[in-house]
């Protein structure tokens, strides 16, 4: 059986040789070529030159951090994916890299599953088709271009966040979100109260009846 993303080609632009190499080798087998480069203008220059079909870039890197990278990809080309590595610490440049239209961004230590979840990810979103429509159980189906949910057949009417953290938790479906990316992928760096995201969570359930959203104390929520 064909692996899928097995006629592609990635770029890992990550400063840290032994990461970087770490990475390259659990792609390896998922890629027909896995391209690496370890500061910023080097991955421009094997992007400029290669154009692969997947980036998987670091923030902070010498010579050219990994947002300016983004910027100038992204001048002539809207649609390549582009998956962003980042800290805790470093959530800040998320807000910075949100008009850059990033595929999604993983939180450091990369491990085997977020990678097998990342994979998961680009098999769904073609790299020429966007991600259209989820079936979440047998009678639930979610559209991402019409930012809707239908269950038996009924369009039910959520709110900018209840969607907001629906989209996150189906792109992350069966593992946890921690609280941290939740918030701030719901409310940026603003200040908010943890009882206002179990609002949010305990409304989404109540209007799609059967939505298992699981919590995990101290941890975060999933979506199974």
């Known amino acids: 059986m064909k692996i899928k993303n097995s006629d592609k080609t990635i770029l890992i632009v990550e400063d840290d040789v032994e990461s970087n190499n770490n990475i390259s080798y659990l792609l390896r087998s998922r ?8 500061d910023g203008m080097e991955g421009w220059r094997i992007y400029s030159e290669r154009m692969p079909d997947v980036i998987l870039t670091d923030i902070e890197m010498p010579k050219m951090d990994g947002l300016e990278l983004i910027r100038r990809i992204r001048e002539n080309d809207k649609t390549t994916p582009i998956i962003v590595l980042s800290s805790y610490s470093h ?5 910075d890299a949100i008009p850059l239209k990033l595929e999604e961004y993983l939180i450091k230590p990369i491990t085997l599953p977020k990678l097998n979840q990342l994979l998961r990810i680009l098999e769904q979103n073609d790299k020429h088709d966007v991600l259209k429509c989820v079936d979440i159980s047998e009678n639930i189906r979610y559209d991402f271009q019409a930012k809707t949910i239908i269950q038996n057949g009924i369009v039910l009417r959520l709110s900018h966040l209840e969607i907001s953290l629906l989209e996150l938790l189906l792109k992350r479906k069966e593992q946890i979100v921690s609280y941290e990316e939740i918030e701030y ?12 995201l179990k609002i949010i969570v305990s409304n989404l359930r109540k209007k799609v009846i059967g939505l298992n959203i699981q919590v995990t104390p101290k941890l975060g929520y999933r979506l199974l």
């Open 31 to 38: 890629f027909s070529e896995v391209l690496s480069a370890y």
């Open 185 to 196: 992928a719901l409310y940026g760096t603003q200040e908010i109260s943890r009882n206002a």
């Open 91 to 95: 959530q800040h440049y998320l807000l």
